[in-house]
């Protein structure tokens, strides 16, 4: 996924093979091998390269990458509240931390230099007028809209969860769903056999670009995973949500729902009761209390760390000039 985003964005890409140390004996084995591939691979690249400054936000690779570039200076970005192993295992050797919010810290040692940037979103990624945003979509400025999403891939569960209850939503909300590719064919199918009165109302989508923004603009409530861009596109956009985080991975999601949850900003809602839970949930939400989904939304903009990007660029810039220095003193 990296490489297709990286390209559309014209950088450079060259990749290093890494894999994580999960399991036990052949499995533990073949981590361990791609590990140290992974190693040579970063230190060649370093080497060709000559960075000034290194730069991680988690992921397998990291792990390689950072200890071939051991005497590199470096900043870890934190994407999510809680970190994953290998930015546990770099920040014992960062020059700086970059986290989304205070509660992160106590992730990591105190005598490290941690600083509380928010998280990071595109800049094309700011709200715009409801109107304006609806009319993309070719929705009603009349009808409260509903936002789902579950990542490029789709959220398989919160997908069928949507799908089987698309009648009892539509008679009075309008929807705009992400589907993902894996459930495209199954939601498409739903959306076929929708009476046409209702399925004026809803807006299926395997995937958007550049109409995130009118997406996030037109909603008025979201329900998605709780992955780390939650902490920034939802508080940037000032939307409330019901977050379902991913029920079969580390808790990295779980915290971060706890975290908007706790601040009353959004909702958490297991993947096992999406079932029996979901349409009560969003009924009283859309259309039963909107005051106080109108409460939550409040709450959620006031979350919003601005200018999170031009805070660790600033940071960057900062560790690279002093390297150049210290090089040049020396």
Known sequence: METDLVARADIPFKAIPAAGLHGVGLKAISGLWQLTRGYFAARKIIDEFKPDVLFFTGGYVAIPTGFAGRKVPMVLCLPDI???LALRTLSRRADLIAVPAEESRAYFPPEKRIEVVGYPTRPSMQPMPRETALAVFDLSPEKPTLMVTGGSLGAR????????????????????????THTWPEVEAAHASLPEALAKNYRPFPYLHEQMRAAFSAADLVISRAGASTLGELPTFGVP???????????????????????GAAVMLRDEDL????????QELMIEKPEKRQQ????????????????????????ATSAKNEIGRG
Not at 163 to 179: C, M, R, V, W, Y
Not at 275 to 282: D, E
Request: net charge neutral.
């Open 82 to 84: 809680e970190p994953a």
């Open 157 to 180: 569960s919160i997908n069928q969860a949507v799908a089987a209850s698309l009648e009892a939503l539509l008679t009075e909300i309008q929807i705009i769903h992400l589907t993902g």
């Open 241 to 263: 949500a019901i977050l379902v985080p991913y029920p079969h991975a580390w808790r990295y999601q779980k915290v971060n729902a706890e975290y908007l949850a706790k601040r």
């Open 275 to 282: 079932s029996a839970k979901l349409v009560p949930l969003v």
């Open 296 to 319: 939550m939304q409040a709450v959620m903009h006031s979350l919003v760390v601005p200018d999170a990007a031009n805070k660790i660029a600033q940071f960057l810039q900062e560790l």
